[in-house]
T-cell receptor, first 115, second 116 residues
Framework: KQEVTQIPAALSVPEGENLVLNCSFT??????LQWFRQDPGKGLTSLLL?????REQTSGRLNASLDKSSGRSTLYIAASQPGDSATYLC??????????????FGQGTILTVHP | GAVVSQHPSRVICKSGTSVKIECRSL??????MFWYRQFPKQSLMLMAT?????????EQGVEKDKFLINHASLTLSTLTVTSAHPEDSSFYIC????????????FGSGTRLTVV
């Protein structure tokens, strides 16, 4: 059974800092991994999708890396802004077995960026 | 990009009544959709996998008679909470993705259900 752990659980930083959010997963048999953000009371917004064959993906100030063999992914946020405040979730997509096609979520990292 | 529309966003119902939540893929066809439940300050818990034209697959511990799922078309899945009770109050979210594993999942905006 896939287990996903995200560290840190919460992060509070002043505006402008570069941030590192970590995600580890126990089963490396994945198709891809997605990073999402969730604002309070809202659904999930996809930030980045990394295929299992890729090492990293970038979108604006966000960069995500994937080390499939070691079961790790990292989300880098450059020059953080108050608007980045949200819960960040990583979710690997299982490649096969009874969990085929299912995402497994970590508990998330609650990010607060203050002015 | 792919868009998933979920309605209603909020619903308050009386204990014992049933509530239907709709999830639509607006610009793509989804043979499979997923329903999640989220309690305050917790992560998403997968409830069931909705398959177009066939029965849904429920996760262990989820009552299929309590949470009825219908996936009658390639763009619409519905979740009906039957005989709702206060403990069913939660945030329900659906997701879907375009065919092919190279695509990621798109999530609806969620439904806040409050049973009084």
């Amino acid at each position: 059974k896939q287990e996903v752990t995200q560290i840190p659980a919460a992060l509070s930083v002043p505006e402008g800092e570069n941030l590192v959010l970590n995600c580890s997963f126990t089963d490396s048999a994945i198709y891809n991994l997605q990073w999402f953000r969730q604002d309070p009371g809202k659904g999930l917004t996809s930030l980045l999708l990394i295929q299992s064959s890729q090492r990293e993906q970038t979108s604006g100030r966000l960069n995500a890396s994937l080390d499939k063999s070691s079961g790790r992914s990292t989300l880098y946020i450059a020059a953080s802004q108050p608007g980045d405040s949200a819960t960040y979730l990583c979710a690997p997509l299982r490649a096969g077995g009874t969990s085929y096609g299912k995402l497994t979520f970590g508990q998330g990292t609650i990010l607060t960026v203050h002015p | 990009g792919a868009v998933v529309s979920q309605h209603p966003s909020r619903v308050i119902c009386k204990s014992g009544t049933s509530v239907k939540i709709e999830c639509r893929s607006l610009d793509f066809q989804a043979t499979t959709m997923f329903w999640y439940r989220q309690f305050p300050k917790q992560s998403l818990m997968l409830m069931a996998t909705s398959n177009e034209g066939s029965k849904a697959t429920y996760e262990q511990g989820v009552e299929k008679d309590k949470f009825l799922i219908n996936h009658a078309s390639l763009t619409l899945s519905t979740l009906t909470v039957t005989s709702a009770h206060p403990e069913d109050s939660s945030f329900y979210i659906c997701s879907a993705r375009e065919a092919g594993v190279s695509y990621g999942y798109t999530f609806g905006s969620g439904t806040r259900l409050t049973v009084v």
